[in-house]
């Protein structure tokens, strides 16, 4: 658990995106109590492929903001507004219904669904879109979106994907990118040595992580779309936690190359270094702040890993955490207003929240063993590893706490995820 004792080695990196039959399940372990009844009825369909209904569904049923209706239970299957009967899913107690259809358009397919108040009688949205066969669960995941969106006010993150590292054994370590949902998982990198670091390119094409293939520790890039990648940085020493700056023209990672490690900002175009930290002390873990002026970073200059915060342009640092022996792995949500970390206490280490403007820090975790927090990209929940039984796996708690996942895989131990932008 002790974040700035870990053996940053690596083997060899595969060039190129593989499949890779790791995949998750995620299960609402805890929702909100006053989640919104919603009924997605199976779509009606022309031999699509994918099941969009049952993907919404499941989307909207592992946010924990709604309370599905079981197909079982519906007494009719409208796939248009004008078949609805309102009455009828009234007397079943749902406040919204979702219906649709898919049609095969000569080798594409029509994705038609509207979104009705179930006790006003009306439309609350209305689309139909067309969707390639390969592209059919990203067009259901934005529709999750949409709907998502519509009912809570806050932006979907269905259509994203996350990073991990998954490990099955002493020798067989893996990068890996999937669906928010667990779908589609592909090793970006494999090694014989542990894989570490992952960080998303603002863009969400190229993903930035550390290696050890050349007996040094350097930092590489690698393009998602082609496998291509580059070495960005192999100074001597410790070459560590890329962290990607909001436009993505910087990377903020420690370097040892002048004897303790430092914070500094890599120019992508020029190759230039900034050195923003100068300290005896273990400086690491940066994370850039929304509007990319300001850096936070884990330091143990004051005895105990604390979080402190510079400007990307460099200048004195200040530390932003008192409460707690161990504050670390600090990151921003996407509005700047918190920030998420491994808060620990005691030897029991959990996920917590800090608001920016009281300092107050909310722990949302129970422990003992939590870390690497990731914001999702709307900013409601943060995604997180754990362990259990010596066994890592992955979970996502809700910024106010009230509502839990957990993420289970096939096979292996996963640590270090990373929500995409």
């Given at each position: 658990?002790?974040?700035f004792?870990?053996?940053?080695?690596l083997?060899?990196?595969?060039?190129?995106i593989?499949?890779s039959?790791?995949?998750?399940?995620?299960s609402v372990?805890?929702?909100?109590?006053?989640?919104?009844?919603?009924a997605?009825?199976?779509?009606?369909?022309?031999?699509a492929?994918?099941d969009?209904?049952?993907v919404v569904?499941?989307d909207?049923?592992?946010?924990?903001?709604?309370k599905?209706?079981a197909?079982?239970?519906?007494?009719?299957r409208?796939?248009?507004?004008?078949?609805?009967d309102?009455?009828e899913?009234?007397?079943?107690?749902?406040?919204?219904l979702?219906?649709?259809?898919?049609?095969?358009?000569?080798?594409?397919?029509?994705?038609?669904?509207?979104?009705?108040d179930?006790?006003k009688?009306?439309?609350l949205?209305?689309?139909?879109?067309?969707?390639?066969?390969?592209?059919?669960?990203?067009?259901a995941?934005?529709?999750?979106d949409?709907?998502?969106?519509?009912?809570t006010?806050?932006?979907?993150?269905?259509?994203?994907?996350?990073?991990?590292?998954t490990?099955?054994?002493?020798?067989n370590h893996?990068?890996?990118?999937?669906?928010?949902?667990g779908?589609?998982?592909?090793t970006?990198?494999?090694?014989?040595?542990?894989?570490?670091?992952?960080?998303w390119?603002p863009?969400?094409?190229?993903i930035?992580?550390?290696?050890?293939?050349?007996?040094?520790?350097a930092?590489?890039?690698?393009?998602?779309a082609?496998?291509?990648?580059?070495?960005?940085?192999?100074?001597?020493g410790?070459?560590?936690?890329?962290?990607?700056?909001?436009?993505?023209?910087r990377?903020?990672?420690?370097?040892?190359?002048?004897?303790?490690?430092d914070?500094?900002?890599?120019?992508?175009a020029?190759?230039?270094?900034?050195?923003l930290?100068?300290?005896?002390?273990i400086?690491?873990?940066?994370?850039w702040?929304?509007?990319g002026?300001?850096?936070?970073?884990?330091?143990?200059r004051?005895?105990?890993?604390q979080?402190?915060?510079?400007?990307?342009q460099?200048g004195?640092?200040?530390?932003?955490?008192?409460t707690?022996?161990y504050?670390?792995?600090?990151?921003?949500s996407?509005?700047?207003?918190n920030?998420a970390?491994?808060?620990g206490?005691?030897?029991s280490?959990?996920?917590?929240?800090?608001d920016?403007a009281?300092?107050?820090?909310?722990?949302?975790?129970?422990?003992?063993?939590d870390?690497?927090?990731?914001?999702?990209?709307?900013?409601?929940?943060i995604?997180?590893?754990?362990k259990?039984?010596?066994?890592?796996?992955?979970?996502?708690?809700?910024?106010d706490g009230k509502?839990?996942?957990?993420?289970?895989?096939?096979s292996?131990?996963?640590?270090?995820?990373?929500?995409?932008?």
């Open positions: 658990m002790n974040f004792k870990r053996v940053l080695f083997g060899l990196i595969s060039l190129f593989v499949p039959h790791a995949e998750l399940t995620i372990t805890e929702g909100m109590e006053s989640a919104l009844p919603v997605v009825v199976p779509f009606a369909s022309t031999g492929p994918v969009i209904s049952a569904n499941a909207l049923e592992r946010s924990g903001y709604f599905m209706l197909e079982q239970v519906m007494t009719s409208p796939s248009s507004a004008q078949e609805v309102f009455k899913w009234q007397a079943l107690a749902q406040n919204y979702v219906v649709g259809r898919v049609t095969n358009a000569g080798g594409q397919y029509d994705v038609q669904f509207q979104l009705l179930v006790y009688g009306g439309q949205l209305g689309y139909k879109m067309a969707s390639a066969q390969a592209d059919l669960r990203r067009t995941h934005h529709i999750s949409l709907i998502f969106e519509k009912l006010g806050k932006k979907g993150a269905f259509s994203g994907r996350i990073a991990y590292i490990s099955s054994g002493a020798a893996q990068l890996q990118v999937a669906d928010a949902d779908f589609n998982p592909q970006i990198a494999s090694s014989a040595e542990p894989l570490m670091s992952p960080s390119s863009d969400g094409k190229r930035a992580y550390v290696s050890f293939e050349r007996k040094s520790a930092i590489y890039i690698q393009t998602l082609t496998g291509q990648r580059e070495r960005v940085a192999e100074f001597p410790i070459n560590g936690a890329p962290s990607w700056s909001p436009d993505g023209s990377l903020a990672l420690t370097l040892s190359k002048d004897g303790s490690p914070i500094y900002v890599l120019n992508l020029s190759r230039s270094l900034l050195k930290t100068k300290n005896f002390a400086d690491t873990e940066p994370s702040s929304p509007d002026s300001s850096i936070i970073f884990t330091s143990d004051g005895g105990k890993p979080l402190y915060i510079a400007s990307s460099g004195s640092e200040k530390r932003l955490t008192f707690g022996d504050n670390a792995r600090g990151s921003f996407p509005d700047g207003r920030i970390m491994v808060h206490n005691g030897g280490y959990r996920i917590a929240i800090m920016m009281s300092r107050a820090i909310n722990v949302l975790t129970s422990g003992p063993s870390e690497s927090p990731s914001f999702a990209p709307n900013g409601s929940m995604l997180y590893a754990s259990k039984g010596g066994t890592g796996f992955l979970s996502a708690v809700s910024i509502m839990q996942q957990k993420l289970v895989f096939n292996g131990e996963v640590r270090e995820p990373a929500w995409s932008p």
